[in-house]
């Protein structure tokens, strides 16, 4: 196995950059994060995703990068559309041309695997398809997970709205647990934990195929948001009842879950 010593992750002070720097530790690589949060942490590098200068300079000296920073969300992104491109794809281009020129070794892009057609699923699938190009043009070292339903601990309920922690919540309170739709629409969940190793080890591995090859990455056993609702109603002794809305904008009824 190439040895790395050095790894920068962009959006690293988030939910799931937080697991993905904590699994490096186990690798003894030294992990610096890159984002716009303030920390007086040595290994923070405060930056900007869309401006390359900050991305460039965050790069240099590192031998692997973990790109996870993007602007989530799938309805709350619709009137956000500029502000998407210029993260999740300007973002994601600016991270694949620092690498190529100061010649890192190796990146890791998480896409996602749905064909949802609105903001955050058509910025992603741009990225992974620059993301490609750059593999294929520039033989830079890409390797992709697209990554399912994500939840652990320090997932936040809001601005975005996920199930796992908004669902808590409501059940907690006694309160109504919303589902839009009509609930039977598979949901793939995977924990953080097992999430950040399968990714650290993946992108560390030595592979013989060259070629970029993307996997989906969660559980193979699905339940429905209906079933989800349920376990978490059951788990926490909650009186809460179910109450079902229409699709939200941007969300497909017949499509797995993005939740």
Known sequence: ????????????????????????????????????????????????????????????????????????????????????????????????????QSGVNRVFYPTKPNDWINTYSITKKAGEDFAMMFSEIHNLDVRILRWLNAY?????????????????????????????????????????????????EYTLADLSNTNVVIRDTGLSKRMTVNELAEKIIQLTNSCSSIVYKNMRLGEKQDIPFDY
């Open 152 to 200: 652990g601990p320090g997932q936040k309920a809001v601005p975005v709205r996920k199930a796992i922690p908004v669902m808590i919540t409501q059940a907690l309170l006694d309160q109504d647990i919303i589902i839009w739709g009509t609930g039977e629409q598979p949901v793939d969940l995977i924990y953080t934990a097992d999430l950040a190793k399968i990714t650290v």
């Open 1 to 100: 196995m190439e040895k790395f010593t050095r790894a920068l992750i962009t959006g690293g002070s988030g939910f799931l950059g937080k697991v993905i720097t904590k699994e490096l530790e186990k690798h003894d690589i030294e992990s610096y994060v890159f984002d716009l949060d303030y920390s007086n942490n040595q290994n923070h590098l405060r930056g900007d995703i869309t401006n390359f200068h900050d991305v460039a300079s965050a790069v240099r000296g590192c031998d692997v990068v973990f790109h996870i920073a993007g602007l989530l969300g799938t309805s709350e992104l619709i009137e956000k559309n500029i502000d998407s491109i210029n993260v999740n794809i300007i973002g994601t281009v600016n991270v694949l041309e620092a690498c190529l």
